[in-house]
């Protein structure tokens, strides 16, 4: 161990843009951003000596088409020369992790020391000019991307601040044309509390005007809604029709939620505007809010959160969870208030997102109780709103999917029976939280079998008529485990009703399952079947009333019969959307070809009744 020795990592400065250019940043564009970034931090850091003082930011374009060049300056706080070894030098060091003022203030932008290497990206020489309010000369610093730089003390005094420069290396040029950059600087710097202006030979341009007063206190938005909708639309080409201003308690994080114009896919990917220190993050921050606020496209700003190395996210910590709660509740909040204060507004919002605010009801018993009366369901009765479905001399009942919904709309319908079809996203889950948390509404779910509480018994001198054939039917659909039930419902028009137990159901879906595996699964599957097969009966309600039904029972005779019942069978089956497994497609297919052979029979004149 004596002769161990100690070395130093080599860092290839190159190699390291090459990174950063490829792996750390989204595009070399951003090195308008860094360049932003140092200029509005030396303005904060030099209010904090003189909370009076305005600060600005000058940006000029100089130079050929072929080799354009840069400046920026601002009238920040200045570098000295200790200043300039310690934060321009020393790569991944940061102004802000030192133990001094610059270190313990949060209204930096900058935490990682590293952003003006994105410069070399667009440049391989970067000039900077600096005098410092705390006194001393003024300095020259010049770095190129090989890791060397020089620094030299100018013999002349500069006024306080700083002036970088950068010269366009081969291929580069568009990041350093006029409407190039001034796009950037917009991007960028919409937000910054200073003025930025942009000039070059033939042009000047006054990047971010005054801001809006809402931006610092965004529950004055609601008297502004013009401005408010038209920096909607500057900042997401989007025509806005109407938003809701965000806040947290803190009052460090704020924003404006754009509700959009139009539906949107549950799993549209969610694209939000976030501005950390006025200065922008991401344009597609798709984790500031919750799940749920899907409807709506934020531009959010704040004080507080933790951007990522490439200040291009942040990161996924338990500030970042407390913010996205408390904007959700924002938005909570204010859809609540228009229930109370703005029905129609709230109506039209549900309209176009009905899908995002049945999930946030879900979420929240407080919001359901609020909204609810305006949340629209298909029905027996058409597609209504809840407050119009709601009788307090009636039951409203629903069924647990859109197959059960289907499979008894007719026959609800012609039974004056309100049924809710729960078949839709969140709908039963809506229903079924809004019959726990009020009892005194009649909600109750609907099964499929329960729909034949409204039917009515067949006669005592009618049972014994049809017995023979009821006997029959119950004999052809035991391979089926399904049993025969002769009634009158309405409406006439539907021949035959298929209901199952939850055994039944359960039953079909081994079988189904069954079916579509092999080997080991086939035979797990075969014996939890096996658990099934006694109890799982399901019920085919054939309906009196329907004239083929009465002349099935009344003048076919009984060898036609099985094949009739089991195509019965069969069509009540697709009629409820039931899947059908190999038996009952087979006998579909062989009813069918019987059909065809005794509709033949009869047309040559060579019988089919079979007497």
């Not at 090989?146 to 040029?173: H, M, N, V, W």
């Not at 004999?475 to 939850?502: A, D, G």
């Amino acid at each position: 161990m004596e002769n161990q020795q100690q070395f130093r990592f080599q860092v290839n400065l190159s190699g390291m843009i090459t990174i950063l250019s490829n792996h750390l940043y989204s595009s070399p564009k951003v090195y308008v951003r860094e360049l932003l970034q140092n200029a509005t931090d030396a303005i904060t850091a030099r209010k904090h000596l003189d909370p009076t003082y305005s600060g600005q930011v000058f940006v000029e374009l100089s130079g050929s088409k072929e080799q354009p060049t840069m400046m920026i300056e601002d009238n920040g706080i200045g570098l000295t020369e200790a200043d300039i070894h310690q934060f321009l030098a020393v790569i991944g060091h940061s102004s802000k992790i030192d133990s001094d003022f610059l270190s313990t203030e949060t209204s930096f932008i900058g935490r990682f020391g590293i952003g003006l290497l994105s410069c070399f990206m667009v440049s391989n020489e970067i000039v900077v000019l600096t005098q410092s309010i705390h006194g001393g000369p003024s300095m020259k610093w010049c770095g190129k991307p090989d890791g060397t730089y020089t620094i030299q003390q100018l013999d002349s005094q500069l006024a306080i601040g700083t002036k970088i420069f950068l010269r366009c290396k081969p291929d580069f040029e568009k990041y350093f044309a006029f409407e190039e950059v001034k796009s950037l600087l917009q991007y960028y710097g919409i937000l910054l509390p200073y003025p930025v202006s942009l000039r070059s030979q033939q042009q000047q341009a006054i990047i971010n005007a005054e801001r809006p007063l809402w931006i610092n206190q965004p529950e004055l938005a609601n008297s502004r809604k013009p401005e408010v909708l038209a920096f909607g639309q500057q900042m997401m080409a989007e025509n806005f029709k109407d938003f809701i201003p965000l806040t947290t308690q803190n009052g460090s994080t704020g924003g404006i939620a754009y509700i959009l114009p139009y539906s949107v896919n549950l799993n549209v990917k969610r694209s939000h505007k976030v501005f950390l220190k006025h200065m922008l993050v991401s344009d597609s921050a798709d984790n500031i809010l919750p799940d749920w606020a899907f409807f709506v496209k934020c531009v959010i700003w704040t004080d507080e959160l933790q951007p990522t190395a490439s200040r291009e996210n942040f990161y996924e910590d338990e500030k970042l969870q407390l913010v996205r709660g408390e904007l959700g509740e924002a938005i909570r909040h204010a859809l609540t208030q228009m229930s109370l204060y703005e029905p129609a507004r709230l109506q039209h919002i549900m309209e176009l997102h009905s899908l995002s605010i049945n999930a946030l009801a879900t979420e929240d018993p407080k919001f359901l109780a609020s909204i609810y009366q305006w949340l629209t369901f298909e029905s027996t009765y058409g597609n209504l709103a809840l407050q119009e479905l709601i009788k307090e001399d009636q039951t409203l009942y629903y069924t647990n999917t859109a197959d059960e919904y289907k499979q008894i709309a007719n026959v609800a319908q012609a039974q004056s029976l309100l049924v809710i079809n729960g078949g839709y996203v969140y709908h039963a889950e809506i229903l079924e939280k809004l019959r726990l948390q009020f009892p005194k509404l009649r909600i109750e779910r609907l099964e499929p079998e329960d729909i034949s509480l409204a039917f009515t018994n067949i006669s005592l001198d009618e049972r014994n008529k049809y017995y023979q054939v009821i006997r029959l039917a119950d004999n052809t659909l035991q391979r089926f485990r399904c049993q025969i039930q002769l009634q009158r419902f309405l409406p006439s028009e539907v021949p035959s009703l298929f209901t199952h137990t939850k055994d039944s159901s359960t039953l079909r879906q081994l079988e189904n399952a069954k079916e579509s595996n092999s080997g080991l699964m086939s035979s797990i599957l075969g014996n939890i079947e096996k658990k099934f097969q006694d109890s799982a009966y399901s019920t085919l309600y054939l309906n009196l009333n329907n004239p083929m039904i009465e002349q099935v029972f009344s003048k076919l005779n009984m060898n036609m019969l099985p094949t009739i019942f089991e195509v019965l069978y069969c069509n009540a089956l697709m009629m409820g959307h039931y899947p059908m497994n190999r038996q009952e497609i087979t006998a579909l297919n062989q009813g069918i070809m019987q059909f065809i052979s005794w509709g033949i029979s009869l047309e040559t004149g060579n019988g089919g009744n079979s007497n």
